[in-house]
Structures are given as structure tokens and as C-alpha cells.
């Protein structure tokens, strides 16, 4: 008998894996969405200009973020590179 709770504990753990991660996924579709709004409305504009837009915007999505990753973000949209949010494996 205890072979059969090893083998439930197995596929409990894996469907909490799956589930987890396509909220991950979700979420990062929705920060991914954003910056894509904040990329075409704001490319090519001056940091200052991008750093308020993309504070609110993340903000309305839900979470805080630092200075230092607000300003790395807003220059990359300056710069006119779009942020793509990637999943580590």
C-alpha cells in the first residue's frame, strides 16, 4: 500500500507543477501584453517620459517593481527594443 500513496504524491506533485506554472505563463502573458502597449505608444521616447507609464501600467496588472528594473525597461523602450518576458525551465 504505501507504493500507491508514492505514486499519488508523484502525480498530485506533477498536476501542481502544470497548474502553477500556466499561472506563471498567464501572468507574463499579461506583463508581456503591456509592454507591447507601452512599446507602441512610447518607442523612441526619453526614459523619464516611459518610466511613470510602464510604473503605472505594471502596477495595474498587479505587483511593485524597483527603480533599477523600471529604468532598465524604460531605456530598453527608448532604445526601441520590445521587452519580451521569458519562463525559465
Known amino acids: 500500500m ?7 504524491a508523484r502525480d498530485l506533485e506533477k498536476q501542481v507543477m502544470k497548474a502553477a506554472r500556466s499561472g506563471v505563463e498567464q501572468v507574463a502573458g499579461e506583463y508581456e501584453r503591456m509592454f507591447d502597449s507601452v ?7 526619453p526614459v523619464e517620459q516611459i518610466k511613470p507609464v510602464i510604473r503605472r501600467e505594471w502596477s495595474r496588472v498587479g505587483g511593485s517593481i524597483t527603480d533599477p528594473e523600471l529604468t532598465r525597461y524604460a531605456q530598453a523602450i527608448s532604445d526601441g527594443s520590445r521587452v519580451k518576458m521569458r519562463l525559465d525551465q
Open 2 to 8: 504505501p507504493r500507491s500513496r508514492i505514486t499519488l
Open 39 to 45: 512599446y507602441r505608444r512610447y518607442h523612441g521616447q
